[in-house]
């Protein structure tokens, strides 16, 4: 008896078929043991049988795409072993047989009740958010309704639109939706970059540091980086490592991009020695000084010559 199982993209069991006899066949013509409904799968593609050994054999019958295994290579005939993968046009396919043998039974875990991590993820996200306002109110004092109420409502918003987005993804390819963890991940990870934002903000101040300002972003997009890994993971446990690394080669290029869009090679950058921070706060939350009153009075010698060149230059009449 032969079991021949049709898998999705994510090597997950979507179909499964019996084919009592000692050899069975696979494609899209009515006369298979097994009807694929691709385009790129002949009308007679595989055949599969026991062979002398007994071991199964995956044999192409001719076809024009032929058969593939796991690492994409063509076989014109595949040893299986009950674990083997093989590709057939683009369906990934599992052949076994009766005699395959199963692992043991896992240990049922606990059911998981996600509503706590649920509330707590959006207590903590909601929380950095108005603590984030609090502190430009601090030093502006808006409206209430536009500093509070409105950064809230596209914050809802926005965090609605990339739980569903991630959901949707979740349930076309692995079959569930997964909302819950989904949600989790988010909140926790917008709360996680929001305060790491904060803290680099912050740090270039208190600590005068240009080095900061001006690449404080890379930690930032890392932590998004982990977050993305994160959903991705809940999607699928398969191929973990490449997905990692097409995130972070992604994310390499968006502080690429980010730092090139900053300047770097710009005279006026070279030139001026000031360091201007993203962000003010008040004196008493300085660590650092940005300079000794000796450095203060040295810059002050160095442009006194140029102050006193444009106090001459307005003193003078404007030619017309």
């Known amino acids: 008896m032969i079991w021949i199982e049709t898998l999705s993209r994510n090597k997950e069991v979507v179909a499964r078929v019996r084919a009592s006899g000692k050899m069975a066949t696979i494609g899209r013509a009515y006369d298979n043991d097994v009807i694929l409904d691709d385009p790129h799968v002949a009308s007679r593609h595989v055949r599969v049988r026991h062979g002398e050994d007994g071991a199964l054999i995956a044999e192409d019958l001719g076809s024009r795409n032929g058969i593939h295994d796991e690492s994409g290579k063509r076989r014109h005939a595949m040893r299986l072993t009950g674990d083997t993968l093989l590709r057939v046009g683009r369906t990934w396919l599992r052949v076994r047989d009766n005699t395959f043998r199963l692992p043991g039974e896992r240990i049922l875990p606990p059911e998981r009740r996600l509503w706590p991590w649920l509330l707590l993820a959006l207590t903590l996200a909601i929380g950095v958010r108005l603590l984030g306002q609090w502190q ?39 079959g569930q939706a997964r909302t819950g963890l989904h949600a989790i991940i988010a909140l926790t990870g917008f709360a996680v970059v929001s305060v790491a934002g904060s803290l680099q903000t912050w740090l270039s101040f208190a600590l005068s540091s240009r080095a900061l300002a001006d690449y404080g972003f890379v930690p930032v997009w890392l932590l998004v980086a982990i977050v993305f890994c994160a959903h ?86 404007q030619k017309a």
């Not at 109420?149 to 609605?160: R, Y």
């Open 232 to 317: 991705l993971r809940v999607i699928g446990a398969r191929h973990l490592l490449r997905k990692a690394v097409a995130v972070l080669m992604l994310v390499l290029c968006t502080c690429l991009g980010q730092w090139l869009e900053s300047r770097p090679f710009s005279p006026e950058e070279v030139s001026d020695p000031d360091f201007h921070p993203e962000a003010f706060y008040p004196p008493s939350w300085r660590i650092a000084p940005p300079s000794t009153e000796e450095q203060f009075f040295e810059r002050l010698r160095e442009i006194e010559p140029m102050i006193e060149k444009l106090r001459k230059d307005d003193a003078e009449p």
């Open 136 to 174: 430009v109110d601090i030093f502006e004092h808006s409206d209430p309704v536009a500093l509070y109420v409105q950064p809230l409502l596209g914050f809802a918003l926005l965090a609605s639109a990339w739980i569903t987005f991630w959901a949707v993804l979740t349930r076309l390819l692995a």
